[in-house]
């Protein structure tokens, strides 16, 4: 049972530099989200996708751009690092289009922008 | 603006005890919570959840207790168990609203043996 994977666990880049969060889950769940969590801070939503093709803006959207072209990647792009992009960033899924079902959290990809 | 606030950053309980872990939240439009439960260098696991026409939902060694009134849920570990030792997460959303879930910033149990 892998659930929800994402590659790489641990990233350095430089600022300027672009990169994609990669983020596959197995469950066959609709729904996927991209949340950041910064320290004394709770998980922010970054984007989401309720479906193959629809992905909408979260609480933080700027600088990140994101893709659904299958059920299974959700990936997430960071178009020019910054320094405010340091984070450790959670891709979720979970099954659709229930409300009620809770969300399932890869490991994360903790990322250092210098 | 923090719409869902965890006052206490961390909590020791003793082995054996109850452990109870507080969230406070301002926006009145949510109406579906859940507790998270997080280990280091791992994704938060869902640990119960409770809608707001309830003001109670029980599961195993946990219970969420919710006060609408007061804008006010606490989880309740009972008993504490070594394992249960990790940063616990409280969210909130609107059930049919959009995808967004607001989390608190997180309380870290240690359990004390």
């Not at chain 1, 892998?2 to 596959?24: E, I, N």
């Not at chain 1, 769940?29 to 801070?41: F, I, L, N, T, V």
């Not at chain 1, 299974?72 to 099954?95: G, I, K, M, N």
């Not at chain 2, 206490?8 to 872990?21: A, H, N």
Request: neutral net charge; proline residues 6%.
């Amino acid at each position: 049972n892998a659930g929800v994977t994402q590659t790489p666990k641990f990233q350095v880049l430089k600022t300027g530099q672009s990169m994609t969060l990669q983020c596959a889950q197995d469950m066959n769940h609709e729904y996927m989200s991209w949340y950041r969590q910064d320290p004394g801070m709770g998980l922010r939503l970054i984007h989401y996708s309720v479906g193959a093709g629809i992905t909408d803006q979260g609480e933080v959207p700027n600088g990140y751009n994101v893709s659904r072209s299958t059920t299974e990647d959700f990936p997430l792009r960071l178009l020019s690092a910054a320094p405010s992009q340091t984070s450790v960033y959670f891709c979720a899924s979970r099954q659709g289009p229930g409300a009620d079902q809770p969300q399932h959290f890869g490991d994360g990809t903790r990322l250092s922008i210098l | 603006d923090q719409q869902v606030k965890q006052n206490s950053p961390s909590l020791s309980v003793q082995e054996g005890r109850i452990s109870i872990l507080n969230c406070d939240y301002t926006n009145s439009m949510f109406d579906y919570f859940l507790w998270y439960k997080k280990y280091p260098a791992e994704g938060p696991t869902f640990l119960i959840s409770i809608s707001s026409i309830k003001d109670k939902n029980e599961d195993g060694r946990f219970t969420v207790f919710l006060n609408k009134s007061a804008k006010h849920l606490s989880l309740h570990i009972v008993p504490s168990q070594p394992g249960d030792s990790a940063v616990y997460f409280c969210a909130a959303k609107v059930l049919f609203g959009n995808e967004k879930l607001t989390f608190g910033t997180g309380t870290r149990l240690t359990i004390i043996p």
